[in-house]
């Protein structure tokens, strides 16, 4: 019988167009916007990404409690490079997951996950930390082709509403070979 561990990752589906979908270095049990067990979610505006990343943490703490008041034991919260990016439950055996799904769906229903409302202002501030991101692969040796201007990428996020941008994606697209989605997710972490 096979066992992987269960991980939602709120930030990564709340702040990006993940490009890694496709990707072998990313990890398995993430559950990604689009896929079956996809979040549901509200959006609203937020004034700081100190803001929106407390009501993520809330949102986590708010799922790990569901879940285990449906009686999933051993959920715990997930730090990328010692901030919170998602939650994890145990390992779940292949016959289990269709159940998991369903409480966790169930979850979501009740305690859906606030997304930000794409304005100018908070396109920057996303932009921002993505920027970070970028300096921070780039500094570990990778050489992303094709970086968007600032410019562009805010116009885009204001028209379509995501900052479609994952420089950690580029990052393990341009090269596998590095670093693992995990030790650069350590090393590269997400600012909120």
Do not use: H
């Not at 490009?19 to 270095?25: A, E, I, K, L």
């Not at 009686?71 to 439950?89: D, F, T």
């Amino acid at each position: 019988m096979s066992r992987r561990p269960f991980v939602v990752s709120a930030f990564v589906v709340a702040v990006v167009c993940f490009v890694m979908s496709g990707c072998t270095s990313s990890p398995p049990g993430v559950m990604e916007s689009g896929s079956e067990s996809s979040t549901s979610s509200v959006v609203r505006e937020f004034s700081s990404g100190e803001e929106y990343y407390q009501t993520q943490v809330k949102w986590m703490k708010d799922q790990i409690r569901c879940l285990e008041d449906k009686g999933w034991s051993g959920m715990k919260l997930v730090y990328e490079g010692g901030v919170i990016a998602g939650y994890q439950g145990p390992e779940i055996a292949d016959g289990n997951w269709d159940v998991i799904d369903e409480d966790t769906k169930e979850c979501e229903k009740l305690y859906p996950l606030v997304q930000p409302k794409m304005t100018r202002q908070w396109a920057e501030i996303t932009w921002e930390k993505q920027n970070e991101t970028y300096e921070c692969v780039k500094a570990l040796g990778y050489v992303l082709p094709n970086v968007p201007s600032k410019e562009t990428l805010i116009e885009n996020a204001v028209a379509t509403g995501i900052l479609d941008w994952d420089p950690r994606g580029d990052a393990l697209q341009s090269d596998r070979s590095k670093m693992t989605y995990w030790e650069l997710a350590d090393a590269c972490p997400y600012a909120f």
